[in-house]
């Protein structure tokens, strides 16, 4: 049973018609409120709902709800699906949501816990010829909804049709491969759609390791020579870190304006599609690696008006990027940069702008009849950041303050200006407005905080005996530390690791353990070992044991392994004994060691070499190896494979100082004959380490511009490092 109860609007219809004796045909169909409590009783609801009916969902879990929501309202009287209390109506387990029709409005849900069986959580359409027009997408979160295969791409918004809003809603975690949120011109009626995406919490989107992690795409390339017409204005992007794109527009006319990018890696990149206005948009990267601004691509593109603070990103991804076009382009390469409008920008203390980027002999066309004006390039160290890599006479240059000795300071927004009145008109305008976190995304819930992984809970004292390591870190909750008195510990099962934990050693603390792993970090587990020794004496006698592992399967949580100040030894009980190994589609945002040996081991001490598809997915964004001993090793002290050539990625990045290697890499069974192997890799130092009687390091650079680095090493009865660049592209 439907529970129906008459609206203020109803009573104020009778009302409005006895005294005006007019009005009787705009209320003859009374707005109702229909609570369902039932998914048979939100189906019928949804039959029996006319122009002003509200439909609303009791509060409480509806799982595996696939919900349809169809009907005609009017501009006046829209169809409304809402929650009984806005975030208290929680969809749960195989759920997504569809919407087809006119002058629908959904608000108030909560989709976790779960993901959508099909290619989208929520899709503003029923088929593919059945779409939602003016219809209105509010107040609703997605936070986590994924698919527990890294690797199975799924969309959580996709718009279709025209007159669409989605705005206040809050989008957090997308962690498996796929677009965010996409719009879609691939019918007629879904282009030149004037859809207005605004006052969305874009949440931390963490490095996806893959192409694949945009979180804004609006059309593809095939359809990116038609007018999309889509406003995306004032939307919160925080930490949105999937790949090289944050936000991707391949289509005409688009405005980009208002928006907040807080150190998000990755860029707002005009791909395809031309004529659009990016203006008044504020790009925060607080020096984090890899932040971007604002990538030009095609004809027509306006840019104006935008603020870049602290921006690190280099090359495609640096803070303004003026690309070079590949003449009579296909169209899913680069069209031509004609008629560009770069004014009233200012870039502070980053580090590149790159102007005719991507120049090659396929990319041979430079930017032509544009113009950069009034634009501010200040850097307070003084240093030049403006790389010219073709022909830029195309590029009107005026006004401009670039590098020069200026004072700025900080206006009530909080952004810098200069204090010479004399360029008042130079770079962003006073009065530019920053948009806050809180005027985004429902104010009913909450955003999330930016607390440290590790080390921030409590202390577990931990005596020495049979298990109490496994008790103490069952027992941890994420953040804590387990700290280890002086003495031996025995542990007789796998420990998994599923919250971040450290395990912290006072004095001599020795850990021994029975089964194939000690550690195996599962989805949400990252693990920090600080002051032990583990040893492999008491590891069964079978081949292929590693101390640490992660799950065996895909994990869709990034984790950490940090080793500092401990001891590893005598993973040798038989052969390909690994320190760390690691399934395939799993992902660490960091790997460390510092300060600590590895001895008498018979496989390899990272082994990161399990994506072997070549689709260009890796298994570790930062491996950093400091201060650090190893001696005798059958495999590689690093062995890191990425391969494919697609070009999304900014990892992996592989830093290795001051450590000394010894007899390592030298078993039969070393496949890679290396002491270092890295395949794919994009930035690579290696430093002041002493490398003897060990076999060499080998560097296969193959896509994007791989950038190496080797300095002050030594090699004693070892081969000189051996870089191969004929994979290069
Ligand atoms: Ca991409």
């Known amino acids: 049973?439907?529970?129906?109860?008459?609206?203020?609007?109803?009573?104020?219809?009778?009302?409005?018609?006895?005294?005006?004796?007019?009005?009787?045909?705009?209320?003859?169909?009374?707005?109702?409120?229909?609570?369902?409590?039932?998914?048979?009783?939100?189906?019928?609801?949804?039959?029996?709902?006319?122009?002003?009916?509200?439909?609303?969902?009791?509060?409480?879990?509806?799982?595996?709800?696939?919900?349809?929501?169809?009907?005609?309202?009017?501009?006046?009287?829209?169809?409304?699906?809402?929650?009984?209390?806005?975030?208290?109506?929680?969809?749960?387990?195989?759920?997504?949501?569809?919407?087809?029709?006119?002058?629908?409005?959904?608000?108030?849900?909560?989709?976790?816990?779960?993901?959508?069986?099909?290619?989208?959580?929520?899709?503003f359409r029923r088929t593919k010829g059945d779409l939602a027009y003016h219809s209105r997408v509010t107040e609703v979160v997605i936070d986590q909804f994924n698919n527990p295969e890294r690797f199975e791409t799924d969309f959580w918004v996709m718009i279709y049709g025209k007159h669409n809003r989605f705005d206040h809603n809050h989008l957090e975690g997308k962690s498996n491969q796929g677009v965010t949120l996409a719009v879609k011109l691939d019918a007629e009626e879904s282009r030149e759609n004037h859809h207005r995406i605004d006052h969305n919490y874009f949440g931390p989107r963490p490095i996806l390791g893959s192409n694949g992690g945009e979180t804004l795409r609006i059309g593809t390339s095939h359809y990116s020579l038609s007018d999309s017409l889509t406003t995306v204005e004032n939307n919160y992007f925080d930490r949105c870190n999937g790949e090289v794109e944050i936000i991707s527009s391949k289509s005409g006319r688009n405005v980009f304006r208002g928006n907040l990018f807080f150190e998000s890696r990755g860029t707002l990149t005009l791909r395809h599609g031309n004529n659009n206005l990016i203006e008044n948009n504020v790009f925060l990267g607080n020096r984090v690696d890899h932040t971007g601004g604002i990538r030009v691509i095609n004809k027509g593109q306006v840019v104006r008006n935008n603020y870049m603070y602290g921006l690190t990103g280099h090359r495609f991804g640096g803070a303004l990027v003026i690309m070079n076009g590949v003449p009579n382009s296909p169209i899913n390469r680069y069209h031509q940069v004609d008629n560009a409008l770069i004014e009233n920008n200012s870039v502070i203390d980053s580090d590149h702008i790159e102007l005719a980027a991507g120049a090659d002999s396929e990319r041979s066309a430079p930017p032509i009849n544009s113009v950069f004006r009034a634009n501010l390039v200040y850097n307070a160290d003084g240093s030049k950041n403006v790389a010219v890599h073709d022909d830029i006479s195309g590029i009107a240059f005026s006004d401009n303050s670039m590098h020069e000795d200026i004072e700025l300071a900080k206006a009530d927004n909080g952004l810098l200006y200069p204090v010479d009145p004399e360029l008042a008109d130079t770079g962003a305008k006073k009065g530019l407005k920053v948009l806050e976190r809180s005027a985004t995304g429902p104010s009913w819930y909450p955003k999330p905080g930016y607390a440290d992984r590790f080390d921030t809970g409590a202390t577990h004292a931990v005596s020495p005996g049979l298990d109490t390591l496994v008790k103490a870190v069952n027992a941890a909750e994420g953040g804590d530390i387990v700290d280890l008195a002086e003495g031996d510990y025995l542990v007789s099962r796998t420990i998994r690791v599923d919250r971040p934990?450290?395990?912290?050693?006072?004095?001599?603390?020795?850990?021994?353990?029975?089964?194939?792993?000690?550690?195996?970090?599962?989805?949400?587990?990252?693990?920090?070992?600080?002051?032990?020794?583990?040893?492999?004496?008491?590891?069964?006698?079978?081949?292929?044991?590693?101390?640490?592992?992660?799950?065996?399967?895909?994990?869709?949580?990034?984790?950490?392994?940090?080793?500092?100040?401990?001891?590893?030894?005598?993973?040798?009980?038989?052969?390909?004994?690994?320190?760390?190994?690691?399934?395939?589609?799993?992902?660490?945002?960091?790997?460390?060691?510092?300060?600590?040996?590895?001895?008498?081991?018979?496989?390899?001490?990272?082994?990161?070499n399990r994506e072997l598809d070549d689709l260009g997915i890796y298994n570790a964004e930062y491996i950093t190896i400091v201060d650090s001993q190893f001696e005798n090793i059958g495999k590689a002290v690093a062995d890191?494979?990425?391969?494919?050539?697609?070009?999304?990625?900014?990892?992996?990045?592989?830093?290795?100082?001051?450590?000394?290697?010894?007899?390592?890499?030298?078993?039969?069974?070393?496949?890679?004959?290396?002491?270092?192997?890295?395949?794919?890799?994009?930035?690579?130092?290696?430093?002041?380490?002493?490398?003897?009687e060990s076999s060499p390091i080998r560097i296969a650079e193959t896509v994007g511009e791989p950038v190496t680095k080797l300095s002050g090493n030594r090699f004693d009865g070892t081969a000189e490092p051996m870089i191969d660049t004929s994979l290069r592209p």
């Not at 109860?5 to 009374?30: H, P, V």
């Not at 038989?574 to 790997?591: E, G, L, Q, Y």
């Open 1 to 123: 049973m439907l529970r129906k109860t008459r609206s203020f609007s109803q009573i104020a219809c009778a009302l409005i018609a006895l005294i005006a004796l007019i009005g009787l045909n705009a209320c003859a169909a009374a707005a109702t409120d229909m609570l369902v409590s039932t998914q048979a009783e939100f189906k019928d609801a949804v039959k029996a709902a006319k122009p002003g009916d509200t439909i609303v969902l009791a509060n409480g879990e509806w799982r595996d709800f696939e919900i349809l929501f169809t009907g005609e309202g009017t501009e006046d009287a829209p169809i409304t699906l809402t929650a009984e209390t806005k975030g208290d109506v929680l969809i749960t387990g195989q759920s997504n949501l569809r919407l087809a029709g006119k002058h629908l409005v959904v608000s108030g849900l909560v989709f976790r816990d779960g993901h959508s069986p099909t290619n989208t959580v929520i899709a």
């Open 640 to 692: 890191i494979y990425r391969g494919g050539t697609d070009e999304s990625t900014f990892g992996p990045h592989f830093l290795m100082s001051g450590s000394a290697v010894v007899a390592a890499g030298k078993d039969k069974r070393n496949k890679s004959r290396a002491t270092i192997r890295l395949h794919g890799v994009q930035a690579t130092d290696i430093h002041d380490n002493e490398f003897a």
């Open 501 to 608: 934990v450290t395990v912290r050693g006072k004095g001599e603390v020795r850990i021994e353990f029975e089964r194939t792993a000690l550690f195996e970090i599962a989805d949400g587990g990252s693990l920090k070992l600080d002051g032990i020794t583990i040893s492999g004496n008491s590891a069964p006698d079978s081949a292929g044991n590693t101390a640490i592992r992660t799950s065996r399967y895909s994990m869709l949580g990034n984790y950490a392994l940090v080793v500092e100040n401990s001891v590893v030894e005598d993973l040798d009980t038989n052969h390909s004994f690994n320190f760390f190994s690691v399934a395939k589609h799993t992902f660490a945002d960091r790997i460390e060691i510092r300060d600590s040996v590895f001895r008498n081991i018979t496989g390899a001490v990272l082994a990161l």
